[in-house]
Nanobody
Framework: QVQLVESGGGLVQAGGSLRLSCAAS????????MGWFRQAPGKEREFVAA????????DHADSVKGRFTISRDNAKNTLYLQMNNLKPEDTAVYFC????????????????????WGQGTQVTVSS
């Protein structure tokens, strides 16, 4: 199995940028398709972005397209989420998640498809 630890969250003004990282340890990181999800107070956890095992295929929620970019460095066992032009509605706890994927080009957008989760990192965007 894999252990996931997020970092990089914080307080930022609207229009600012943050880069989240998710460090993986344990089993080979490249075995997992990865995703980012977020959960705001009083709301359900929602999909933000996903990436295939080999990093070739990515997907982003409509609400973040053009502003957020998911990427991964398998040599460093790390997943990233670059967040630009942040908005107050992006305020949430952000979680990274891993799915043991058979195919290296697959990606997944439903939280129920992910077996492994980090503890989350808080992102707060002030107006």
């Amino acid at each position: 199995q894999v252990q996931l630890v997020e970092s990089g969250g914080g307080l930022v003004q609207a229009g600012g940028s943050l880069r989240l990282s998710c460090a993986a340890s344990g089993r080979t990181f490249s075995s997992y398709a990865m995703g980012w999800f977020r959960q705001a107070p009083g709301k359900e956890r929602e999909f933000v972005a996903a990436i295939s095992r080999n990093g070739v295929n990515t997907d982003h929620a409509d609400s973040v397209k053009g502003r957020f970019t998911i990427s991964r460095d398998n040599a460093k066992n790390t997943l990233y989420l670059q967040m630009n032009n942040l908005k107050p509605e992006d305020t949430a706890v952000y979680f990274c998640a891993g799915h043991t994927a058979l195919y290296e080009r697959s990606w997944f957008v439903r939280s129920t498809e992910y077996e492994y989760w980090g503890q989350g990192t808080q992102v707060t965007v002030s107006s």
